[in-house]
Structures are given as structure tokens and as C-alpha cells.
């Protein structure tokens, strides 16, 4: 048996540099992604946005070890064995399948030795000689369901198999995701397979631990170190460390730094600590309580606890003198039929607000209407309406430039509470209560209740305790003292509210619970209790009163249910009691191997150790203001944090964080990422993520990493889809996973010279994957799909590009940091381009290559695209992703071609569908296709084919004979691809086909 020899694969290719199953791991990253909240390391803080799947992670990584032997197919194989995501790993995979369903779709000469049924009407010796798969139409009486005690081994197989003739993604779909299921269970049966096909390297393991360890010492001579400079949530250090890798993870942001120590110990601690932390968030939770039930804040003389206070602004009326409540809505909430009635006080000149529940239906319908939208206070008293744009209230005017100031009052280092005379007010409205008998229920009895001067005076109470401790508590870091620094998100906090302290954001009741909170911790799993716990409490708090599915009144969604800061009139503030579950809220729990983790809150650039491979997801375009918002809690934290926090830096040093896409993002990103090359070795791996947006992108984030002394070695694409709310239409994201390796040598070239080479590359690329494809049909699957290709061509482009130093007498640096100037292209745009050009010309559909091959080349991007559509939907496949990749290679609009823009169910206008406007303007007008659409369209519209191949000759005029062949060529083809699903059009486009192949000339 051969021994690991440390070292012997150092220079080996690594599996992700030649294969990588691409469209398998995008379906497991969207289902990890549709998790939500279900999602491992979001419930360690649901604010941090924009965590890699997890999964993606463990692909990459596993992706980076492993080697390739000279059957790249076995490779693969055991590369999906290890992620849990071959046919066999399904069965162990919990398919939520139904035992009839099982028994119509499995083969089994002998059911009763695994099945036992219940049959009260067909023949006993008929049903003991019954064979799988069962007949259901025979015998739809017959009940079969697993035979008791039945072990689960001999179950996984039969799964397997009635998930068989599924699509990947119908799989993914119906089971359970890799990191849920025990890994016993899933990786058990196998190590001997993995040790079969490794077995000459010296490669035995029982677990990925094992297996990762002794492949880090086949290559660099240990357990490898994973590396990310740019750790975010901490996905990918959790994730390395989970496969057993030793990981270093830095962050400028000490918020990351938190949320990545969190994800080691807190999900990764093993019992006994976490039984230790649940143990300290509980005595402060509880400490806490008792403070706020002594005072008796949260409950009413009856016992009855609140369980949410409702607040609005309140404004002056300048055209009635009237205080006028600021309410978007008078829903208050919609199963008991809620409403805030407002009763006109003449002698006051303002509203009471009375909480009314269980009004008609028309009633509730009516207090939809509140006073107030995004522009204007709008209300009725003595039956006139009064319409006052916000803006007047505000007194907004231009000041200098672009900016705005306004006559809200500035608010001053300690203030919590808005004054007499501010333009805004404050003012609670209604208590959400639930009652005393049904406190600890999980049925509870809950009412709105009006304001009282019970109420009142306990809101007073808790105002006093604030107003005479708060500098105390800023002194002593109890309580944001931190000036809110304007930005792109924050700037808003001063405009539209006169706050300039992050302790503006919080309630008088907030700051005291908060402050208590904070004054009682001293273990660091606390602080991430208390930011979970600070997502939930301040004014930037809706109240939703539309949680109907949920039977829930109302819910007060956490600040960042999106990216932003928003400012509201309405919001909602939970009292101790009901912010306290967040506090002690349980999280899943992975143990963790033995491995090393080490954290530093550092610039990147400031990298000072080794790692062996860097996986790394960094800042970039349009990506979200994390220095900005993650002062909401930086504010909170900063003062006084527990070690091994008091090691870092709290501040969000915005100064220093890599942003937008201009001259210094790119400086700062070459910066750090000739930090991370200084600090790996020479066969060490760069693996970076970033979203695919154009070819633009593209070219700016391959010369950073050109500029950093590196080089391209492949590219792979993986979607992750998701439909959002809060964008119109599809939020589609796709991440383009780019394998890089350290340049050795120094070398210089002219663009000339390097496009031949290029092409060469590229096409020896796609054919290289194409033959990989062909050999997969045989089991009737596709490894590549286009986007891969075409990924690859991008790739196997800057593979040749970045091997060299010097491009037409131009250093890479200058290169890469050349300002981008509107309309100019640079050597990498060009290389990007011409390489999409290569490969679009090499991912011509089989089937038009059949009737013409040289159509392709013949037509433009907007042609192409639609047939190349067209044959990905007859497929079935109907992903928005896809469309906007092609857009992107083909650049193309896409959307004016399209049918719908549903995530999911995209498709592409037919012939029938086109406006004739559309077909004579834009992208189509004078192409091939457009004819040949109008043409259809015109068949349609039973004129005579004759006639209407006339006026394509007419239209076509000389150039009719010269592409006539690619116009037939195209007429059949769309006539194959919409078969089916369009058989009137494609019988029409048949016809045109057919009459231009019978014209004789
Ligand atoms: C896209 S996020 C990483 C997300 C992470 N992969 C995850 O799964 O959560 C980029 C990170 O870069 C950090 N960052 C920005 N500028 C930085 C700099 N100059 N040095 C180090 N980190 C920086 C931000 O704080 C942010 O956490």
C-alpha cells in the first residue's frame, strides 16, 4: 500500500482548473439560498446580506485539492460522491417521496421483502406475486407502505432508484440539502470508493477531514490553510474549517470579524460550549426582565404584558395650525379588524387616536387611506381635505449644488426624544397587548388596546430614567455616542429626521433595555445576540399588519429587511419581553475540526500570513454599503468589547474600504490581492467570486488580478436565482468563480501576436468540453452548458493574455489601472470581446449546423440569440438566467424579445407575439430573422405564401440570392425548434422553408 509522499502532487493540476459540475452546484446553491432564514450562518445576524452558499464554498475548496488522474470522468464522479450530490448520495438524501409514489416508480422482482401492504379487495395470490413498478390504475386499493423495522440501508438504494429519470434539479428539489443530513449517513458508504481511485497516491480517509488533510500534504506539504481577506459573513472560512481545513479569515469590518467568529464558535462549538452560552444569554435575558418587571414598564395594572408599542410622527398643519398624526395607513391590524380612529380635539387643535377592533369590513377598507404618503399629509377635518407636500413641511430648498437642507431640527449628542417645537413629533399611539392568563401560551389572547394615561405615565417614566442617565451611558459605551457620518445611505438619517447620533435611531425604551443589556455582558457569543437583537429594535422598524398566512396580527420586520436605511412614520417597538427570544434565539449547531481558525480585523492589504489557497468574494460595483450600515451596530459595540473583540478595530473605516468601480477600487483591490499573492506559495490558488455583469466587469477585475501577478487558469459559472419584491421583475445574480495561479515568469507581447494564440485556446477549450459533453450523452447527461462554455472561453482567453507582463510595450499595472474613459476600449476589453467572439462562434446550435454551417457566421448577435433560445427552450429549460447571459454575449437587449420575464418561466416571444413596430425597429430591424418573422406573421394571417415570399424578395432586393440559403436555413430550423410548443408557427416557418428550397433558381 503506497504511502503519502508529502509534496508529490505540488504541481499537479487541481480538479477545479479542468472540471467543475457547474449547473449541479448552482441548483444546490439556490435551494441553500430559498432556505431563508433556514440558511446555517444567517441566524447568527439575517442583517449581513449576501452570504455565499455554502455548498458553492465546499465545491471550490474540495474543487482546489483534489487532483486529476487521467480519467476525468472518474474524477468527477468521486468529486460528486464527496459532495453528496451523485445518483446514489438522493437516496440517503431524504427524497420527500410518497411509498405509493416509490412503488409506481421502482423495479423489484421481490416488493414484500422491503414493502407491506393492506389489501381488502384483490386477489391475495395475485397481490404476493405482485412485482414493482405497482400499477396503480389496477390496483388503486391496495396500500403499501414500508414493512416496520425495515433498516434504512436497504431503503437508500430503492430511493435512489424512484428519483431515477428526474432532472437534476427535480432531485434537488424533492430532497434534502447535502449539509442537513447526518454525515455519516451521507459519506459513509463512500470512503472505499474514494480510497479505490486515490489509492495510488497514498490517500486512505474516512471523512473529509482525513481526506483533506493528507491531500494538503500531497501538495503543499500540510494541512491546507484557506485564506480569505475579504470574509464578509464568514461563509468561506466556516465552510474550509467544516471540510477541515486550517483557515485564516480577515475583514476591515469588525462587524465580519464578529459574524465569522460567531460562525466558529458559536455553530461550530460543541455541546458543552454551546450549553455554556445558552446558559449566559438566558441569566442576562432574564436579569434584564426582572429590572423592566420591577419597574413595571411592560405591563398593565391587570398583569396583561405588551407585546408591541406602535408609534407615529406627528406634524404640525401649517395651512390648519392642527397636530396632525403621520400615519401611512389606519390599519392597525386585519384579523381582529383594527383601526386607529382619529377624533378631531378642537380645543387642542389635535387628534385622539382611538384603537377600535372589530369594525366591517368596509370600514377596515376605508382606513387603508391614512394622512400621509411619500409626498403629502393629507387629511380631512369638518369634511375639507388638506393636502401639504412633505417637502413644505420640511421647508426643503437647494443649498449648494446638488444638495438639499431643510428646517428640521439638528439633533443634539444626547437627545432621544424629539422637542416641543420640533417639525416632527413623536407620539405612541397604540399598545398591542396580550393577556395575562396567555403570556407563556402558544395560543395567546392578544387585543390593540388606545393609549392611556396609565400609559403615559409609564412612557414618562421610562423617559426620566433615560434622560437622567444617558450621558452616563455614553460615557460608558452603554449607548451610542458616534456622530452618523453622511453617505450614500446614511445621509438620508439627517434629511429627512434632523438625527446625527446613531442613538437618534432608538426609543427611549430601546436605549434603556439596550443599555441594560449591554452593561450585563461579558462573553463575546453575547455581543452577537445583542446585534441580532439591535436588528429588531429601533424606529426603522415596520409594522406589518398584513401577516394573514402566518395568523400573526402584526410583525415588526427587523431594520435590514433590506439594504437600506429607511426612515418611517409609523414603527413599531418591542418591548424586553418580546425582543428578549432574539437574544436567546438558538442557532444549528456543526462541529467543527480540530483545525485552526484565526481572525484579524485588517485591511487586505495588510495581509501578513501565508495561506495556501485564497477563496475569496470581494467588494465590488454595485455590491451593498457593508461600511456604511454596519455602523448601526458599530455604534453600539465599539466601546468596552469582550476579548477576543477588544482586538480589533471598531470602526467601519470607511475611508479604507474597497468600493465603486472607479481608480481606487481598482488600486485598493490590486493592493490586496498582490497582498494575498506575496503571501501563498508558488503552486498556491486563487479562487474569486464576483458577479457576472458584462464583459466590462470582466475586463476590470482580470486586470486587477493581471496587475497583482497573477494568472487566469479557468472560470466556471454558477446561478443562483431568486425572485425578490423589492426589485421589479426577476433578481437574477449569477457568480462567475474565476481559478487563478501565481505568474512566475515575466514576459512581453503585442496584441497582434496574441489574438492567434487566443483563438487557438479557445477553441481547443470548447472543443475540449464539447468532446467531454458528447462522451456524458452516452449516459444520457450534459456536463457543459453553454454559459460554461462560454466561461470557458472567456477563460481559456486571459489564460493566454495574463501569462505575459507587457502588452504592446505597456506594463500590466499601467494596464490595469488606466482610468475607464466613456467610449474607449482597453487590451483586455478587447481580448474579452474578441474571445466571446470566438467562442459565440463556436456554440452554434447542432441543429442549424446541420442544415447550414454557415449560417452562424452570416448573422448578427440579435439572430443568433433568438435561435439559440429558441433551442435552449425546447428543452424545456426556461430559466430568465439563462436569457441574460446570452444578452450579455451577444449583446443584445434582451427584453424586447421576450414573451416573460418570470425567473422561471422565461420564454421568447414567437412570431405571433411581435408588434410590427418591433420587428421594424431596434436590434431586428433589417435582419434576416425579422423577415422571416413577418413573414410568419403574414401566413398567419392566411395571405398567399406566394405573395409573401415576394415581398421578402422585394424587401431582400439584390441581396435576396446570397441569403436566401441562410434565410431557408433558419426557416427550418425554427420550424424543428418550435414544434410542439408553437405548431402553428412552426408549420408556417416549414412552409417558407420549403417554398424558398422549391423555387427553382
Ligand atoms: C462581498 S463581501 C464578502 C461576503 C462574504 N464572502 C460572505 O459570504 O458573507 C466583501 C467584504 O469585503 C470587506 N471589505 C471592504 N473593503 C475591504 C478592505 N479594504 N479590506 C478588507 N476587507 C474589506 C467588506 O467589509 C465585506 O465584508
Not at 416496520?148 to 431515477?164: M, T
Not at 464578509?232 to 469588525?254: H, K, M, Q, T
Amino acid at each position: 500500500m503506497p504511502t503519502l509522499t508529502p509534496l508529490s502532487l505540488k504541481d499537479a493540476p487541481s480538479l477545479i482548473e479542468r472540471v467543475f459540475p457547474a449547473q449541479k452546484i448552482s441548483a444546490e446553491a439556490q435551494k441553500e439560498r430559498k432556505a431563508g432564514a433556514g440558511q446555517t450562518l444567517t441566524a447568527l445576524g439575517s442583517y449581513w446580506k449576501g452570504r455565499k452558499p455554502l455548498i458553492m464554498v465546499r465545491a471550490i475548496v474540495l474543487g482546489c485539492l483534489l487532483p486529476v488522474t487521467d480519467d476525468l470522468e472518474a474524477d468527477l464522479h468521486i468529486f460528486e460522491k464527496l459532495m453528496g450530490m451523485d445518483d446514489e448520495a438522493f437516496g440517503r438524501r431524504e427524497p420527500k417521496l410518497k411509498v405509493s409514489e416509490i412503488a409506481e416508480r421502482i423495479t423489484l422482482a421481490n416488493p414484500w421483502d422491503y414493502f407491506d401492504y393492506t389489501n381488502k379487495v384483490y386477489d391475495p395470490d395475485d397481490i404476493e406475486a405482485l412485482q414493482f413498478p405497482l400499477d396503480a390504475g389496477q390496483y388503486p386499493k391496495l396500500k403499501v407502505r414500508w414493512q416496520r423495522g425495515l433498516a434504512d440501508e436497504k431503503k437508500y438504494p430503492l430511493l435512489a432508484q424512484a428519483l431515477e429519470g428526474l432532472s437534476y434539479e427535480e432531485k434537488v428539489g424533492l430532497c434534502r440539502r447535502p449539509e442537513e443530513i447526518d454525515p455519516a449517513v451521507l459519506y459513509g458508504p463512500i470512503w472505499d470508493e474514494v480510497n479505490a481511485h486515490l489509492g495510488a497516491l497514498g490517500v486512505e480517509a474516512y471523512s473529509h477531514e482525513e481526506l483533506v488533510e493528507q491531500l494538503g500534504i500531497l501538495r503543499y506539504g500540510h494541512r491546507p490553510r484557506v485564506g480569505d481577506t475579504f470574509c464578509g459573513g464568514g461563509s468561506i472560512p466556516f465552510e474550509a474549517a467544516r471540510l477541515g481545513c486550517d483557515v485564516y479569515a480577515s475583514d476591515l469590518n469588525p462587524v465580519a470579524c464578529m459574524l465569522t467568529w460567531g460562525a466558529f464558535n458559536i455553530i461550530g462549538a460543541n455541546s458543552e460550549q454551546r450549553a455554556k452560552i445558552e446558559k449566559a444569554q438566558n441569566e442576562v435575558a432574564e436579569a434584564v426582565d426582572q429590572e423592566i418587571t420591577k419597574l413595571s414598564i411592560e405591563h398593565n395594572e391587570r398583569g396583561d404584558r405588551v407585546k408591541a408599542f406602535l408609534y407615529c410622527l406627528e406634524t404640525r398643519c401649517p395651512e390648519t395650525g392642527w397636530l396632525v398624526p403621520m400615519l401611512p395607513s389606519r390599519v392597525v391590524g386585519t384579523l381582529q379588524r383594527t383601526i386607529a380612529k382619529l377624533v378631531p380635539n378642537h380645543e387642542e387643535k389635535r387628534f385622539e387616536i382611538e384603537i377600535v377592533s372589530g369594525v366591517s369590513k368596509e370600514e377596515l377598507e376605508e382606513a387603508k387611506a391614512g394622512t400621509i404618503d411619500d409626498i403629502y399629509l393629507n387629511y380631512e377635518l369638518d369634511g375639507k381635505s388638506y393636502k401639504t407636500p412633505i417637502r413644505t413641511i420640511r421647508g426643503d430648498r437647494k443649498s449648494s449644488g446638488e444638495n438639499t437642507e431643510n428646517n428640521l431640527r439638528s439633533w443634539r449628542k444626547s437627545d432621544f426624544l424629539p422637542d416641543k417645537d420640533d417639525i416632527f413629533r413623536e407620539r405612541l399611539y397604540c399598545i398591542y397587548w396580550v393577556t395575562r392568563e396567555t403570556v407563556e401560551e402558544a395560543r395567546q389572547d392578544t387585543y390593540f388596546a388606545s393609549v392611556t394615561e396609565a400609559d403615559l405615565d409609564k412612557e414618562h417614566k421610562v423617559e426620566e430614567i433615560v434622560a437622567s442617565n444617558i450621558q452616563a451611558w455614553q460615557e460608558d459605551g452603554l449607548v451610542p455616542d458616534m456622530p452618523i457620518e453622511g453617505g450614500a445611505e446614511t445621509t438620508r438619517l439627517h434629511r429627512e429626521r434632523g438625527w446625527h447620533y446613531w442613538n437618534h435611531l432608538f426609543s427611549a425604551r430601546q436605549l434603556h433595555y439596550l443599555a441594560l443589556t449591554k452593561s450585563k455582558i461579558s462573553d463575546p457569543s453575547l455581543y452577537i445576540s445583542l446585534a441580532k437583537t439591535l436588528n429588531r429594535t429601533s424606529k426603522l422598524c415596520t409594522v406589518d399588519p398584513r401577516n394573514e398566512a402566518a395568523k400573526r396580527e402584526i410583525t415588526i420586520q427587523g431594520v435590514f429587511y433590506n439594504q437600506a436605511l429607511n426612515t418611517l412614520y409609523t414603527y413599531g417597538v418591542r418591548p424586553w419581553f418580546m425582543a428578549h427570544p432574539q437574544f436567546v434565539e438558538d442557532t444549528k449547531q456543526f462541529r467543527i475540526a480540530e483545525v485552526d481558525t484565526k481572525i484579524d480585523c485588517i485591511p487586505a492589504n495588510k495581509l501578513e500570513k501565508e495561506s495556501d489557497i485564497f477563496v475569496t468574494d470581494p467588494p465590488y460595483a454595485d455590491a451593498i454599503n457593508y461600511h456604511e450600515i454596519t455602523e448601526y451596530f458599530i455604534s453600539w459595540l465599539r466601546k468596552n468589547p469582550p476579548a477576543p473583540f477588544d482586538q480589533w478595530t471598531w470602526d467601519s473605516r470607511r475611508a479604507l474600504a474597497i468600493k465603486g468601480d472607479g481608480k481606487d477600487f481598482k488600486q485598493g483591490m490590486v493592493d490586496a490581492y498582490r497582498a494575498m499573492t506575496h503571501h501563498m506559495p508558488d503552486n498556491g490558488l486563487q479562487c474569486v467570486m464576483f458577479t457576472h455583469q458584462d464583459t466590462g466587469v470582466w475586463a476590470d477585475m482580470v486586470s486587477i488580478f493581471w496587475a497583482a501577478g497573477l494568472q487566469v487558469v479557468s472560470a466556471w459559472y454558477i446561478a443562483t436565482e431568486t425572485t425578490s419584491e423589492l426589485k421589479q421583475g426577476g433578481y437574477v445574480q449569477g457568480t462567475v468563480t474565476l481559478l487563478l495561479r501565481k505568474r512566475l515568469d515575466t514576459a512581453s507581447t503585442f496584441k497582434q501576436r496574441l489574438l492567434p494564440k487566443i483563438r487557438q485556446e479557445v477553441q481547443a477549450q470548447i472543443e475540449a468540453m464539447l468532446n467531454l459533453n458528447d462522451a456524458a450523452q452516452t449516459h444520457g447527461e450534459t456536463v457543459f452548458n453553454d454559459s460554461d462554455l462560454q466561461m470557458a472561453g472567456y477563460a481559456a482567453a486571459l489564460k493566454v493574455l495574463t501569462r505575459y507582463t507587457e502588452v504592446d510595450g505597456r506594463d500590466v499595472t499601467t494596464l490595469a489601472l488606466q482610468p475607464r474613459q466613456k467610449g474607449e476600449t482597453t487590451v483586455v476589453d478587447a481580448i474579452v470581446e474578441y474571445a466571446s467572439e470566438v467562442a459565440n462562434n463556436l456554440l452554434i446550435p447542432d441543429r442549424l449546423k446541420a442544415l447550414n454551417p454557415d449560417t452562424w457566421r452570416e448573422i448578427s448577435g440579435v439572430e443568433r440569440f433568438y435561435l439559440r433560445m429558441a433551442a435552449i427552450e425546447k428543452t424545456g429549460a426556461a430559466k430568465l438566467d439563462n436569457y441574460q447571459n446570452f444578452s450579455k454575449a451577444f449583446h443584445v437587449e434582451y427584453q424586447p424579445l421576450m414573451a416573460s420575464l418570470k425567473p422561471n418561466q422565461a420564454r421568447l416571444k414567437g412570431a405571433k407575439q411581435f408588434k410590427p413596430r418591433e420587428l421594424t425597429s431596434g436590434d431586428l430591424a433589417g435582419t434576416l430573422l425579422s423577415e422571416l418573422l413577418m413573414a410568419i406573421q403574414e401566413l398567419l394571417n392566411d395571405k398567399d405564401p406566394k405573395v409573401v415570399l415576394g415581398q421578402i424578395r422585394t424587401s431582400l432586393d439584390d441581396t435576396y440570392f446570397q441569403k436566401r440559403l441562410h434565410l431557408m436555413a433558419m426557416a427550418h430550423y425554427l420550424s424543428d425548434m418550435w414544434d410542439g410548443a408553437r405548431p402553428e408557427e412552426a408549420q408556417k416557418a416549414e412552409i417558407i422553408g420549403d417554398r424558398i428550397r422549391n423555387e427553382g433558381i
